[in-house]
Nanobody
Framework: QVQLVESGGGLVPAGGSLRLSCVASGRTFSSYVTGWFRQAPGKEREYVARISRSGSVTDYAGSVKGRFTISRDNTKNAVYLQMNSLKPEDTAVYYC????????????????WGQGTQVTVSS
């Protein structure tokens, strides 16, 4: 079992930056692929980024590539999402997720989820 707790959300003007953090319980965090997803009001949850168990491989949705950076620190059981050049369309609840399975973009591929953190970008 893994429990995930996100933090770092908030209100930021367009063009600004935020850094989201996700801290996991348990001693085997390095065994899990982790990802970030987001869900805006009235929309489906969408993939943002993922990172491999070691942190050596990352992948991004096209809408955030070049602006967001995912990273992890397995010694701290943490994964991060650095978000730069934020746009109003980035407004959503952001979720951290983890899986012991494959390196997937699909939210159905993740077994553990945090409670989410709200990011609001004003125009």
């Amino acid at each position: 079992q893994v429990q995930l707790v996100e933090s770092g959300g908030g209100l930021v003007p367009a063009g600004g930056s935020l850094r989201l953090s996700c801290v996991a319980s348990g001693r085997t965090f390095s065994s899990y692929v982790t990802g970030w997803f987001r869900q805006a009001p009235g929309k489906e949850r969408e993939y943002v980024a993922r990172i491999s168990r070691s942190g050596s491989v990352t992948d991004y949705a096209g809408s955030v590539k070049g602006r967001f950076t995912i990273s992890r620190d397995n010694t701290k059981n943490a994964v991060y999402l650095q978000m730069n050049s934020l746009k109003p369309e980035d407004t959503a609840v952001y979720y951290c997720a983890a899986t012991a399975g494959s390196f997937s973009r699909a939210y159905s591929g993740y077994d553990y989820w945090g409670q989410g953190t709200q990011v609001t970008v004003s125009s």
